[in-house]
Structures are given as C-alpha cells and as structure tokens.
C-alpha cells in the first residue's frame, strides 16, 4: 500500500514540476517602495503575477500607477524591495549584477514609447547595440541584425537614419533591436504611445506574429483599450496594486 501511495505523489509531483516548467515569468508578493531623502513612494504593492511561456498580456493602470517599475522589476531593470521574481524557474531575486546583466542582455527584450534609438548611429548598427556585448563575429552580427530588420519589414532602410524614418517605421527599428538577439521575453512599454492608430496597429501586428510564430512571451504596458484587447490578459493596476 505505502508503494502505491508513493506512485501517486510522484505523478502529483511531476504534474506540478510540469505547470512549473511553462511558467515563463512569476512574481511573488512583490514590492517595491522608492526612498528618497524626505519621502517614500509606494510604487506596487503585493504582485503577484504568472506569465506563461508563449503567452501575450497587457497591462493596464492610470499613470502612476507602477506599470513601467512593474516592467522594469521584470526586466532586470529594477530590484523589488520585498517578494520574489523568478524568470523560467531560475530564482533571478537572489542572482549577482552581473549574471542579472548577461540574463537581460540573452533572454529579454524591451521596447520602448519614444523608441530610445540612437540618432548619429544608421538603422542596422542600432540593432547591432545588444549584440556588441556577445561574442559573434562582426558578420555574423549584421547577419542577425539584417534578419531582424527583414522580420519587421525594413530591409529597404538599414542604411537609413532614424531621423529620416517615420515614427512607425522607428518603433519597428526598435523591435528589430530588441528582437535581434532572439529573447525569450520581449517587454514593451506603452509601444504604440506616441503613433496614430494605423501605425500602432501595424506594431501590434509584428508583436502578435513574434509571439505566435517565435513563441516570444509579451508583456505590452497600454493606455489603449483597443490594444490591449488583442492580447490573451489584461492585467489592471491601481495605485501600484492589482485590481483583478
Ligand atoms: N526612480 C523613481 N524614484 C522615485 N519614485 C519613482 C521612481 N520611478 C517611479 N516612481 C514613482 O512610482 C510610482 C509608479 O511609477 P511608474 O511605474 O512610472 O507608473 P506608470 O508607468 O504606471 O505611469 C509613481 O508614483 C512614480 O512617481
Ligand atoms: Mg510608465
């Protein structure tokens, strides 16, 4: 009888073991509080939050209230000052500076509303930036960043300027970017904040075939209710909580 009780919690186990190997992204009673000199800002309080692999959420809330730390936490950007992150089950909470810094550089992707580009560097060596800190030979670097920029529709303008771009066509440059090292989660904060509808429309499009056809997990921040429809979850903030 005991053989057979034991049989049972190894399945049960093995199950669990199985939820927990498509948990792309998990935050645990997180919270992070900024302290100045004379105040102290509560920007979220108690996230707990699972992304699976492969999904597409958005994330929703007033200004103010804790979407971009919220991103920046699961980015590797910003440390929370109680609770746990764990990116594809590794305890990334407890990780050093700088294996923190090759994780972001490999696995996670950002984007950007005002694109952040880099105005004196032409559209391919902006997308090279992330690659420079891998070590792959210089062709092999143009290779990934020309295939990049294919897989967003520009490989008519590497040798531009991102001046000389529209601001949909830079957000796509920025996609390319962020996309060109291959990230297992691409992290986008308010993505289509600063286009018309038609171009922001157009970005979204590129995150959902990245996500369908890469497996790309997303997490967008939106003030666009129209946007935030098109992806699997909406999650709401309020006041740095969750409020569903
Ligand atoms: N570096 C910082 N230092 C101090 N307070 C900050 C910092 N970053 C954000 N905050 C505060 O944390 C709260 C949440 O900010 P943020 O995450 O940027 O909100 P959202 O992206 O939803 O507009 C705000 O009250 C903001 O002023
Ligand atoms: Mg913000």
Same mark, same amino acid.
């Given at each position: 009888m005991a053989g057979t009780n034991l049989a049972v919690n190894e399945d049960l186990k093995s199950d669990t073991d199985l939820q927990k190997e498509n948990i792309m992204i998990q935050l645990d009673g997180v919270e992070k509080v900024y302290r100045t000199d004379r105040i102290e800002t &509560?920007? +979220? =309080? *108690?996230i707990n939050l699972s992304v699976k692999e492969g999904e597409f959420i958005s994330i929703m809330g007033p200004s103010g209230s804790g979407k971009s730390t919220l991103l920046n936490v699961i980015g590797l950007l910003d440390v929370p000052t109680a609770g746990s992150l764990e990116l594809s089950g590794k305890? &990334? =909470?407890?990780?050093?500076d700088r294996h923190l810094a090759r994780i972001r550089n490999e696995e996670i992707g950002f984007i950007f509303q005002t694109f952040h !580009?880099? *105005?004196? !560097?032409s559209v391919v060596d902006n997308v090279e930036i992330p690659l420079l800190?891998?070590?792959?030979s210089n062709s092999e670097r143009r290779k990934r960043a020309l295939r990049a920029l294919d897989r967003v529709g520009l490989n008519s303008r590497v /040798? /531009?300027?991102?001046?000389? +771009?529209?601001g949909g066509q830079q957000q796509r440059v920025a996609i390319a970017r962020a996309i060109a090292g291959n990230p297992r989660v691409l992290l986008a904060d308010e993505? =289509?904040?600063? !286009?018309d509808s038609q171009m922001g429309d157009e970005i979204l499009e590129i995150l959902k075939d990245l996500n369908r056809e890469e497996k790309t997990t997303v997490v967008m921040v939106t003030h666009d209710p129209r946007q935030a429809e098109k992806t699997e979850r909406i999650v709401r903030l309020f006041d740095g909580r969750q409020v569903n």
């Open positions: &509560v920007a +979220l =309080t *108690n305890p &990334v =909470t407890s990780y050093k !580009l880099i *105005n004196d !560097l800190y891998r070590k792959m /040798h /531009h300027f991102p001046s000389q +771009l529209s993505p =289509t904040g600063n !286009l």
